[in-house]
């Protein structure tokens, strides 16, 4: 393999086709289901994944046959199914998504969810780096082989349009496609987080998550505060009662229920990225004035945040805004809670001592209900075989010029733990492009575009070098 060449090969192709077709990507506003109850009418979609399969041929691959699969009311899928070459042995499975968060707000002037904005090597908008950029880094790795007439194993690409709302979709897909995909040596995911833009990085693990709404009601009908006050509670304050049995206000600590028994491994892992992140790891937010987080031990931040459990309520409903508010006691008050679990804390079991810590005894009486709309089981990847992490190591250092980083990841990735359990004997590399400032989900975020070209030259060099590690774990 010549490197250079890999690398010249994966630049050029970042420029002229993949940044280029990721610019249209963004405008297309296709939320994912949980946040489009119409998607399938709406038909963006649709018209995403058109879009992707559209463009496919512009990044070449010998004899790489592409299609839409669409199960009635599911979002479709793409998937590319890439012979091996050059009699190269094993079957890696390639992941990514295309459906997008919605648009949030606070973006910066000039920026917007569907308005693709190149700026300093970084392209702005709503799904450039989870996950657009996804299959065509996969292609272009393949691609920057066959161009040196390199080997690599069999790929089977797979983009799915429903991983934003827990993958529910997926399992059908996977189930229907079975005989395509077949069995897995290898998974690749391009859809994780980086501690830095300076190396690669391996996500070791991934928490779950309880999701749902919180429901408080005292009245059928706000009532005059002076009136009703002394007499009929508050409902938020019946709210605080209850979140206050979960979570200690003062500490952050939560519901016993909530937290698992953290391997000894991962306290290791966490001084390593500790020193290798330094600070970055508290700085990366966007803090407003003097806040700040409630330790200065940057290890034990990365463990709180892989390994511990995590509450925030990403909404609320039943009140108007500040300046519309009269001074009327309101009937009800409710609450978007998120809780994030260690990845080895069932999610099921997790969601029970929620609802009857919630719902049990409340003051007053009061109604309150929680109903929980997602319920995910994180994942933790096993070891990896010694000459994949060689393979992997390699290349960051070839491509980025500094050794491979490992970490635990604080966000959910629901597939990983159903793909683990269909094919227990394959090896997980997880790893992506969002790292400090690159804020998915809210506004600003953006794709570090040095970053893709060289997570791609590294997704080539794990490629050709994957027929010693597959073989190593036969």
């Known amino acids: 393999m010549n490197k250079a060449k890999i690398r010249q090969y994966v630049d050029a192709t970042w420029d002229n086709e993949i940044v280029p077709t990721l610019v249209k990507y963004i405008e297309i506003p296709n939320k994912s289901p949980a946040f489009d109850g119409d998607w399938e009418s709406n038909g963006y979609m649709q018209a995403a994944a058109e879009l992707l399969l559209e463009s496919i041929p512009r990044i070449p691959v010998k004899n790489g046959e592409s299609k839409i699969f669409k199960l009635p009311e599911r979002t479709p899928v793409i998937l590319l199914d890439i012979p091996a070459t050059h009699g190269c042995t094993g079957n ?68 799915e349009g429903c991983e934003e709302s827990g993958s529910f979709d997926l399992p059908f897909y996977i189930d229907a496609l079975r005989d395509v995909i077949g069995k897995p040596d290898l998974l690749i995911c391009l859809d994780a987080e980086c501690g830095n833009y300076d190396q690669l990085w391996l996500t070791t693990s991934l928490r779950g998550l309880v999701s749902g709404t919180l429901h408080v009601d005292v009245l059928t009908e706000g009532i005059h505060s002076g009136a009703a006050g002394g007499i009929v509670p508050s409902s938020f304050r019946v709210m605080r009662a209850q ?110 001592a929620v609802v009857d ?42 491509f980025f010029g500094k050794p491979l980083r490992q970490i635990g990841c604080g966000g959910t990735i629901p597939f990983l733990g159903m793909l683990e359990q269909k094919f227990p004997d394959c090896q997980f590399v997880v790893t992506g492009v969002l790292g400090p400032h690159s804020n998915a989900h ?33």
């Open 92 to 159: 890696v499975l390639c992941y990514g998504h295309y459906d997008k968060q919605p648009e949030f707000t606070g973006w910066e002037e000039g920026l917007g969810p569907w308005k693709p904005v190149l700026r300093d090597n970084r392209l702005y908008g709503r799904g450039g780096a989870d996950d657009g950029y996804a299959i065509f880094a996969t292609l272009a790795a393949i691609s920057a082989l066959d161009e040196q007439d390199i080997g690599h194993p069999r790929c089977c690409v797979l983009i």
């Open 243 to 352: 979140l206050n049995r979960i979570e200690d206000p003062q500490t952050g600590q939560l519901l016993d229920a909530l937290h698992g028994a953290i391997p000894d491994y991962v306290a290791t892992e966490a001084a390593s990225a500790a020193e290798t992140l330094g600070s970055t790891v508290i700085d990366r937010y966007p803090w407003h004035d003097q806040t700040r987080s409630d330790s200065d031990d940057i290890a034990q931040l990365i463990v709180r945040n892989t390994w511990e459990p995590s509450l925030a309520t990403v909404g609320l409903g039943g009140a108007p805004d500040p300046a519309n508010a009269g001074n009327t006691l309101r009937p009800g008050t409710s609450a978007k809670l998120v809780f994030r679990l260690p990845p080895n804390v069932d999610a099921t079991r997790a969601s029970e």
């Open 357 to 398: 810590a919630l719902e049990s005894h409340p003051p007053c009486d009061a109604s309150v209900r929680f109903e929980v709309d997602a319920a995910e089981t994180g994942w933790f990847a096993k070891p990896l075989s010694h000459s994949l992490t060689a393979a992997l190591d390699r290349a960051s250092n070839e």
């Open 442 to 474: 809210g506004p600003n975020e953006f794709l570090d575009i040095p970053t893709g070209k060289s997570v791609t030259a590294c997704m080539a060099s794990v490629l050709a070098d994957a027929g010693e590690f597959i073989a190593a774990t036969d």
